[in-house]
């Protein structure tokens, strides 16, 4: 029987798959990828997905898989490892619990362990690959288990990876290492500075970051909130550009980025093309959250559909404003942009 998508995303937008699998740890995962013979769709939080409104034609399977510990290593640091299917904000929140600094400017994504590779997960200066030493990885090509992939085999990049838009390697486990104290990460993103009232660079204890974190995100609609309209997104819709230095717009904010290309906001380019907060797609049913116009929101009893025409019609309008254009963060199953 059809299983509807659509509640499994955050969009909550998507048809139906054929057939639906729930896979309740690891070596289910692999049995039901096993044998199937059909189009295979991985899923997790469903909060990276734009599901087409035909849905999937083949096999789609949740990765439900729990279990997590945390081992000292000799030279003082922590290697966490973490199950796929562990939802991710509740690993964040038990090693704030539990005094382990590192991943507390991560808090507040939604989705799950498995997928936090996948794109290289990253918010307010931190990203996974600072922390990242090495997955479990399911290879359908071979039918085999492959333990211990280290990072650099990942191709982790900005909100990228080799893992990205594939469908025949599966992330089972992940380990991440964490320095072993309890105070956080380095604060290096000067907004988040801020809001802690710290010089960019210093570390704070963990729990006042990820509150603060938590704050910021929430004042821009990027915690899930399912009676918050704001909140029914995939969160940032585009990537921010990175281009030559030339290429930027003379008056943009940008950050360098390695010799002569600078990333320049997304927000900023879509708002300076002339779409405020809040800018309505076909019928209102789609918009642009009216906290931050990177994100694509659904606002109820919308399609798939509307939100791509809005989503072409950001991307077109910044092409013709300036020149440059936006790439989608998210993973498009089964529709193009
Ligand atoms: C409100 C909101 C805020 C967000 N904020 C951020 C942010 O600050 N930074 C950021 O980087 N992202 C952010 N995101 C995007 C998203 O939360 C992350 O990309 C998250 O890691 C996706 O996890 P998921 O389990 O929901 O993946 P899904 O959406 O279920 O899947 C995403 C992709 O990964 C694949 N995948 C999933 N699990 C596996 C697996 N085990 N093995 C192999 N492939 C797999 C899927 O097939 C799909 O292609 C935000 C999203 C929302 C809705």
Known sequence: MATP??????????GPARRFVDAPSADAVVDALRTADEPVLLLGGGSNVVIADEGWPGLVVRVESSGRHVERVPDGTVVLTAEAGEDWDGVVAACVADGLGGLECLS???GRVGATPVQNVGAYGVEIADLLVDVDLYDR?????????????????????VLKGRDDAVVLRVRYALPGHASSASIRYPELARALGVEPGRTVPTAAAR????????????VLDPADHDTWSAGSFFTNPVLPEAAAPADAPRWPVGADRVKVPAAWLIEHAGF??????????????????????????????????????????????????????????????
């Open 141 to 161: 090509r071979t039918g085999a288990v492959r333990a211990h992939v280290p990072a650099a085999e990942l191709g982790l990049g900005y909100r990228t990876s």
């Open 5 to 14: 998508l659509a509640p499994l995303t955050t969009l909550r937008l998507g």
């Open 276 to 337: 405020g907060r809040g800018h309505a797609g076909p019928g209102g049913r789609v918009a642009l959250s009216g906290r931050h116009v990177l994100a694509l929101t659904h606002r109820g009893d919308g399609t798939t559909a509307e939100l791509l025409v809005l989503a072409r019609e950001v991307r077109d309008g910044v092409r013709a404003a300036f020149g440059i254009e936006l790439v989608a963060e998210p993973v498009l199953v089964g529709c193009v942009l």
């Open 108 to 110: 507040g994504i939604p």
């Open 211 to 222: 509150d603060a974190v938590l704050a910021l995100r929430r004042t821009k609609g990027m």
